[in-house]
């Protein structure tokens, strides 16, 4: 059943679509027109943009994938005929010409690797054993070589091994930038782990303190908060996976909820509103729990009378977005600004470390927003994207 | 038609959506019982979400106006709607559950670990959405006229409103209870008039115009061709429409993702019982309604051509309400899932940008559905299957089910599919309906083969191109995860 107006529809939008590619490629071609600056300039700037092209490719330290792409563009900021990148076991990224060297090529760098100099072999028999020169050139990163950079061309003057040591140098310093991300994500982790244990010995007295108060008045509720108890700590001491599903974070919060109101009895109510549609969001591992805590131990135990924890879960888009709010003493927000930026060591560790997870993970559009003022309580907004192909929960 | 009966069940169900929107999930409870288990959706509600956001226009209207005009070869539609969700249970489902990713663009940009293909999807879907909303806002359109009086364009601009409002003021958070809401809606609106008309005609020994196998209006039947291609499009296309998908999230786990496809098996075959009977009793009852040129417009007119009086109104405003619930609710999940391809690979991230994207979403259809005018709901949406089954559908299936597809074969054959599928649908428009060839009308036969066939070729062709997460992406699509905390 052919429907014409459906199809004109379907018209408009191709040449909608047409319009729009031509006018794309008008822009690009007036463009190339434009003027560009000096010889001069235009060198720096092409010299430039190889190196942060290549330099975003090896922004994970030396590997097969990223030198693979690396080396495209340095082999244009050098202008050799054959680019090789290699680390300290084997040849990572091969590009342009001569490939049948390649399997001979960590022979002909072994001494680079082990002396750490330049070396520059000539064509023929004698060095390379074919028509091409070779400039191998060591990357040092603090002071290791864990690597060559190896340039082939007709000849190997001057300008080429100076430039090639050059772009070694400037490997090397990529590198090591790459291991800084590592180990600042190393030391994430480490502070996960502390999270993990600086939880326990406040949060544990006081709740065998409570527990024991039950164990003669109601036994039956002094048992089931330790069994509360052991699931608590199970979920807390976890050792695998870095995410885990708001689900199982709502339930972990749940018991620390529980055994909090065993101690403060009807002191803290909490509401909470969740929408089904997030609860299977991949979140990070422990990253509402000590918001919770947050909202009991510096919203409310400093206050006098009742206090209210309200926990709501959105579906907002292509976000999640949790918020936890309490009515209890409120914080003092120029204080809490430093305390997040690190300058000074608060109560508030907790806080610090999942913003600084999330600015980690998701960027820094996803820190944590706080909203808050003496005696007017704290509102804490966390938004999440609800798609994480990346992260297993 | 008392158009102010018809008036007043039109603002009841836009009301109606718009409170359940805003307050279905606005009961705080306390700890006393904060069961995350009784917060999870079970199959049951989604299920009927799902329904109630896949029965569209076409199937509300169109089904039982093409059973007026082409009798049994119309059967096929309802056939194909709902076997679409067999293909979906058995090939789909659960591992797109697992994938974690929240849109097919994320999905395919999480399978071929490629910017370029999310781009060339979202483009797909986008286009996908829009196509399928223009029916919708044509079926609102025409309900309008034919009951109110008012002109068409008022019905399209009152659905593109409603929705914008309820979507931007953020009322779509409990969009599942929503649309659960929906079908059972919209299957009451059907069910119970023709009920009454059964019983009523039952009741007055009332003797058929014409026998059930004559035709109105004299069309010869469609060609084995025909019913075969728009079988091939209804089938593929379910497992490539954007907004279905996004429920699956609302599944626990990949098995209750199954499960619920199930369920909507039977809700959808449930449902399909009733336009299929309006289109019988049509035929035999009121064959003239066929040769107004208007036989989408038919179930609005039976209850009051056949009972009349006031028990006529009264159906027939419950007949305008589930048609409007059925825009409205299809309407809002493609206009959500669209928002949400649109704000995050156009807009950039953002409560404001995702509200940008929803009336953006929404309002380029509205204005393709007031340039042009419906002929027949069920087969424009007919065609939207065939352009999806011929571009979402090889992505998906091969991306799921074959470790070989590569970032440039899905490209190819998306690109492909879809130029092969929009050039047919444009070429027959030129040509006007009564020019066009089988072949041309309903490209599905040989635009999906073909679009699988050059994915599956180019990805040969480049296959050094297969991304470096394969294994580790292919593992988590297949494997059972651990159940969601529910359990105590």
């Known amino acids: ?393 | 038609m008392n158009a102010g009966v018809a008036a007043a069940a039109l603002a009841v169900v836009s009301v109606a959506t718009a409170v359940i929107g805003f307050y279905g999930l606005r009961i705080s409870r306390t700890t006393g019982d904060f069961y995350v288990a009784s917060r999870t959706v079970r199959p049951w509600w989604n299920a009927s979400a799902i329904g109630g956001e896949y029965l569209s226009a076409a199937s509300f209207l169109g089904v039982a106006g093409l059973i007026l005009l082409s009798g049994t070869d119309a059967l096929w539609f309802p056939v194909g709607y709902t076997a679409g969700y067999l293909m979906l249970l058995l090939f789909v489902a659960a591992p797109l559950r697992r994938s974690g990713a929240y849109t097919i663009p994320d999905f395919t940009e999480a399978r071929l670990d490629s910017r370029a293909v999310r781009k060339v999807t979202s483009l797909v879907v986008v286009l996908v959405g829009w196509l399928y909303i223009v029916p919708q806002l044509h079926g609102a359109a025409l309900t309008i006229r034919i009951t109110t009086g008012l002109p068409s364009w008022v019905g399209s601009v009152a659905v593109v409103v409603v929705v914008c409002l309820t979507v931007v003021a953020g009322g779509m958070r409990s969009i599942t209870f929503v649309q659960a809401f929906q079908y059972w809606l919209k299957l009451t609106a059907l069910a119970v008039p023709i009920l009454f008309i059964l019983f009523v005609l039952a009741g007055t020994g009332y003797s058929p115009v014409a026998a059930p196998a004559v035709n109105p209006t004299g069309q010869p039947p469609a060609s084995l061709y025909s019913n075969v291609s728009l079988l091939v499009a209804l089938l593929f296309g379910t497992l490539g429409l954007p907004h279905v998908l996004v429920r699956f999230y609302t599944n626990p786990d990949g098995q209750s993702a199954r499960r619920t496809t199930l369920i909507v098996l039977g809700l959808l075959s449930v449902f399909y019982l009733f336009p299929t009977a309006y289109g019988l009793v049509g035929r035999m009852f009121a064959p003239e309604l066929g040769r107004s040129g208007q036989p989408d417009a038919m179930v609005l007119l039976l209850p009051r051509e056949l009972v009349g009086g006031a028990a006529g109104d009264l159906l027939a405003a419950l007949v305008v309400a589930g048609a409007f619930a059925a825009f409205l609710s299809t309407t809002s999940g493609l206009v959500v899932s669209l928002a949400g391809v649109v704000s995050q690979d156009v807009l950039g991230a953002g409560v404001g940008g995702f509200r940008l994207a929803a009336v953006v979403s929404a309002v380029v259809p509205l204005g393709f559905a007031l340039m042009t005018d419906s002929l027949a709901l069920a087969g424009s949406v007919g065609l939207v299957f065939a352009f999806t089954a011929s571009t979402v559908c090889p992505v998906l299936l091969l991306g799921i089910w074959w470790r070989g597809l590569t970032d440039a074969g899905a490209i190819a054959g998306m690109v492909t599919g879809g130029l092969l599928c929009g050039g047919a649908m444009i070429a027959g428009s030129v040509a006007g309906a009564a020019n066009t060839p089988a072949w041309l009308a309903q490209p599905a036969a040989w635009s999906v083969p073909t679009a699988f066939a050059v994915m599956v070729l180019v990805s040969r062709a480049t296959a050094g191109r297969v991304p470096a997460t394969l294994s580790r992406v292919m593992t988590r699509l297949h494997t059972p995860e651990r159940p969601l905390a529910t359990g105590r």
């Open chain 1, 1 to 393: 059943m052919p429907d014409s107006p459906l199809l004109t529809a379907a018209a408009v939008a191709v040449i909608a679509l047409a319009i729009a590619v031509v006018v794309a490629v008008g822009l690009k071609v007036l463009r190339s027109f434009r003027d560009l600056g000096t010889d001069a300039e235009r060198a720096t700037y092409h010299t430039l943009h190889a190196a942060s092209q290549a330099g975003q490719h090896l922004r994970r330290g030396l590997n097969p994938a990223g030198a693979a792409k690396a080396s495209r563009h340095l082999r244009t900021l050098l202008g050799c005929d054959a680019l090789a990148i290699t680390d300290t076991s084997g040849v990572l990224a091969w590009d342009g010409a001569a490939e049948e060297m390649k399997p001979r090529l960590m022979d002909l760098a072994a001494g680079v690797l082990a002396g750490g100099r330049t070396a520059v072999l000539p064509p023929g028999p004698d060095g390379t054993g074919t028509g091409l020169a070779a400039v191998i050139a060591p990357v040092r990163a603090d002071s290791r070589v864990v690597g060559v950079v190896a340039a082939f061309a007709p000849s190997a003057g001057a300008g080429l091994v100076r430039a090639a040591g050059e772009v070694a140098d400037w490997v090397a310093v990529q590198v090591e930038l790459a291991e800084l991300d590592s180990s600042r994500t190393l030391l994430m982790e480490a502070e996960v782990r502390a999270l993990r244990a600086q939880i326990s010995p406040h949060f544990i007295y006081n709740s065998l303190n409570a527990i024991a108060s039950f164990i003669n008045t109601d036994p039956a509720r002094a048992r089931e908060l330790v069994v509360e108890f052991a699931d608590f700590t199970r979920y807390s001491f976890r050792r695998h996976g870095d995410f885990t599903t708001l689900a199982e974070e709502l339930r972990c919060i749940d018991r620390y909820l529980l055994l909090e109101r065993a101690r403060f009895g009807e002191r803290v109510q909490v509401s909470l509103r969740v929408a089904p549609e997030v609860l299977s969001t991949v979140i990070p591992f422990l990253s509402l729990q000590p918001l919770v805590e947050n909202a009991v131990r510096h919203g409310l135990e400093a206050k006098e009378g009742p206090g209210h924890i309200t926990i709501t879960a959105d579906d907002a888009g292509a976000y999640a977005q949790v918020t936890i709010e309490d009515d209890g003493v409120g914080m003092d927000p120029a204080q809490l600004t430093s305390m997040l930026a690190g300058h000074i060591d608060g109560d508030h560790v907790g806080l610090r470390n999942v913003d600084a997870r999330l600015r980690q993970v998701y960027g820094d559009a996803h820190g944590l927003v706080i909203e808050t003022a003496p005696g007017e309580g704290t509102l804490i907004t966390m938004r999440v994207p609800k798609s994480q192909p990346g992260h297993d929960a």
